[in-house]
């Protein structure tokens, strides 16, 4: 090719410029390195001076985007929990990963490939809490299904198997730099079970699943659901499952029989809900995270719902792990012989009656709560309306709302009165969780309500017999 004068144009081949971004890429994750292992706190400006040195450019000059610098600081903050590991052994010790997130800068750019592929990744904080409640043990099988930059399973300890699954190949490119010698596939995450037929099957799945779109689907409002459902079938009986979860998966009145069937033959040990956990990765989304161990269960424990990792902390327990047995191939079914339809409904044993048991307990707890001087700030608009929330009550024992609750702009711009009256409700509805924090707050307002004195006088009947409200004109 020449240019109007006569001077060629020195062509570089397509593989060249491949590596020469993938190189970039890595020299700017090796300074940002340098960083955390020195304790500094990383702002955007660090960030963007990182990004300007590594590709000889800034953003404004087409070197790269924002999207590519937030991406090349999870492969950064990966490699550093992978090789500058902090023990994690006990609960306290997820403090290091709140801090760590905290020196850290807001991802506030998403790019279109971002949303194409829900690649919203794990913040070191969850990830730390999702592997303690896993609790790994030596020589276990671990698989991520959508390993992404490998920020959920870079805190796991050194002596287990990885099995790694990413369908972005430029993620599959760091996850092989970050995690070196550990099997890296990229298949349809909702499709594990056929595709990943020939491999060891895992005794432990961590997983942060895409919400809402799958490979040939395209939207998916149960993308997540799909994931989750090959992911049980791939880990080994006695396993364990811990899997992050969007908000709508829970045992509402919404989706309840979606929420059974999918954990029908399985135990959930821990039911967690974390609103504003994921502030850090750009998004004000509230998560659910899930403990969930491959054998017979039936009971669902009750929801434990914090703001935060850090105040989640203090109300959770790791459960023990059970044992993963080989899989023992499913009994022929038994051929019988040709019966009625009306036989067969005939012969169908009734259902016992239900045993009711009255409570043990007949005490009442006061419903505490902290009234907020300044009203709480408002949530995430969408159009005209806002996601509900109590303006001036923050409560210590409320649990999950069955649904989402909206309110206008308008409403949710005037803040309600601060209220002093403290309710008392029975001990079961407290201690469980029984109420949501919306429950409460109408419980509290009525209660409040009813403690002020209204102006007004009474006057005899005219029937002789008692007392009538008298009007304002009334003599």
Request: glycine share 6%; proline share 8%; with cysteine.
């Amino acid at each position: 090719m020449m240019l109007p004068f006569g001077r060629p144009i020195q062509e570089t081949p397509m593989t060249d410029l491949f590596s020469t971004a993938e190189n970039a890429d890595r020299s700017a994750a090796l300074l940002l390195q340098d960083r955390l292992r020195a304790g500094d706190s990383i702002t955007r400006a660090a960030l963007n001076e990182a990004m300007t040195k590594a590709y000889g450019g800034t953003d404004a000059q087409g070197c790269w985007t924002q999207r590519e610098s937030f991406e090349v600081l999870e492969h950064a903050l990966a490699v550093h929990l992978r090789t500058v590991p902090h023990a994690l052994h006990a609960l306290p010790d997820v403090a290091h990963a709140i801090r760590l997130m905290a020196a850290l800068p807001t991802q506030t750019v998403r790019s279109e490939e971002q949303l194409e592929w829900q690649q919203f990744s794990t913040p070191a904080d969850i990830a730390a809490l999702a592997v303690l409640l896993a609790n790994a043990q030596e020589g276990d099988v671990v698989l991520e299904p959508s390993a992404g930059n490998g920020l959920l399973v870079a805190q796991l300890r050194q002596d287990v198997t990885l099995q790694l699954n990413e369908l972005d190949p430029a993620r599959r490119a760091r996850l092989a730099h970050s995690f070196p010698g550990a099997p890296i596939t990229g298949y349809d995450g909702a499709a594990l079970t056929s595709l990943m037929a020939s491999s060891e099957r895992p005794t432990l799945v961590l997983m942060n699943p895409p919400f809402s779109r799958s490979l040939g689907r395209g939207a998916d409002d149960f993308a997540a659901v799909r994931h989750l459902q090959a992911a049980l079938r791939r880990l080994r009986t006695g396993g364990r499952l811990v899997a992050i979860m969007p908000d709508w998966f829970g045992p509402s009145a919404r989706l309840r029989d979606l929420f059974d069937s999918t954990l029908r033959d399985v135990a959930v040990r821990t039911s967690i809900r974390l609103e504003k956990c994921y502030t850090k990765h750009g998004t004000s989304i509230a998560v659910r995270l899930y403990v969930i161990d491959k054998a017979p269960g039936t009971t669902i424990p009750s929801t434990i719902q914090r703001s935060s990792v850090a105040e989640i902390l203090d109300a959770v327990t790791i459960v023990d792990r059970l044992k993963p047995k080989t899989d023992v191939p499913m009994a022929p079914v038994r051929k019988t012989g040709t019966t009625s339809l009306f036989r067969a409904v005939k012969s169908t044993r009734p259902a016992e009656p239900r045993a009711y048991h009255a409570p043990v307990r007949n005490e009442v707890l006061p419903v505490d709560f902290t009234p907020l001087e300044t009203p709480a700030p408002l949530l995430g608009q969408t159009g005209v309306y806002l996601p509900y929330r109590p303006s001036r009550l923050v409560f210590t024992t409320a649990g999950e709302h069955p649904t989402a609750l909206v309110e206008s702009v308008a409403m949710g711009s005037i803040p309600a009165p601060i209220p002093h009256h403290v309710p008392r409700l029975p001990e079961r509805t407290v201690a469980e969780r029984l109420l949501s924090a919306s429950q409460l707050e109408t419980v509290v307002y009525a209660g409040d309500a009813w403690t002020q004195m209204i102006p007004g006088r009474f006057r005899p009947s005219k029937e002789g017999v008692g007392l009538d409200r008298a009007g304002r004109h009334d003599g």
